[in-house]
């Protein structure tokens, strides 16, 4: 299971952790339930905790898409560099 809770107005950067498989008691005579394994990104330097907790199957999806992501990124980049290079010649050789 994944869910998101935020409450930002900026942030200093990120935070990533592991947390394995657990037990979580509850409180009185309710037992306990296992808590599976999840990624949690926290933004740090915030007044309020804003985090993602992803489940392994979740994490491992967004890594593949933010492979795919970053590599458009990275395209666009490239094209934009081209065409402000092309811009500058254009203007020298007038």
């Known amino acids: 299971m994944s869910y998101i809770s935020t409450d930002v107005d900026g942030h200093d950067g990120l935070e990533v952790q592991y947390r394995p498989e657990r037990l979580h008691a509850h409180h009185g005579d309710f037992g306990s339930s296992l ?15 804003s985090y993602v907790s992803l489940s392994i199957t979740d994490a491992r ?4 898409e933010l492979a795919k992501v970053l590599a458009e990124h990275d395209a666009a980049e490239s094209a934009q560099t081209d065409t402000t290079v092309d811009a500058v010649d254009a203007g020298k050789a007038a």
């Open 35 to 49: 808590i599976p394994a999840s990624v949690v990104v926290d933004l740090v330097g915030v007044g309020v905790r």
């Open 61 to 64: 999806f967004l890594l593949g």
